[in-house]
């Protein structure tokens, strides 16, 4: 049974940075594409980030372009999202999720869906005070 446990959450002023940290357990870690999502008050969950198996490829949601780093130590089973820049707007519930089903012809339109995702964390909250 795969578990994916997010942390790194917090409260930060307007313009600073966090890093959140999703550690993977129960799977091949390695052949998994990972994801991560937010859910703000009253909205749908959106996608912010995806990275490949090996990290090479990397996918943002244009809001977070330039702001955010997604990145993955296999070693590790752990997949990280740098944030820098901080918005109010970014104000969120982040949540890591993998994914077993996505090949090198997919992942670039598949991993922003949040139906091409397999598993999912129980996510970790991202208050931005302005």
């Known amino acids: 049974q795969a578990h994916l446990v997010e942390s790194g959450g917090g409260l930060v002023q307007a313009g600073g940075s966090l890093r959140l940290s999703c550690a993977a357990s129960?799977?091949?870690?390695?052949?998994?594409?990972m994801g991560w999502f937010r859910q703000a008050p009253g909205k749908e969950r959106e996608f912010v980030a995806a990275i490949s198996w090996s990290g090479g490829s990397t996918y943002y949601t244009d809001s977070v372009k330039g702001r955010f780093t997604i990145s993955r130590e296999n070693a590790k089973n752990t997949v990280y999202l740098q944030m820098n820049s901080l918005k109010p707007e970014d104000t969120a519930v982040y949540s890591c999720a993998a994914t077993g089903r996505l090949h090198q012809i997919t992942i670039a339109t598949m991993s922003p869906r949040e139906g091409s995702y397999d598993y999912w964390g129980q996510g970790t909250q991202v208050t931005v005070s302005s």
């Open positions: 129960g799977l091949t870690f390695s052949r998994y594409v």
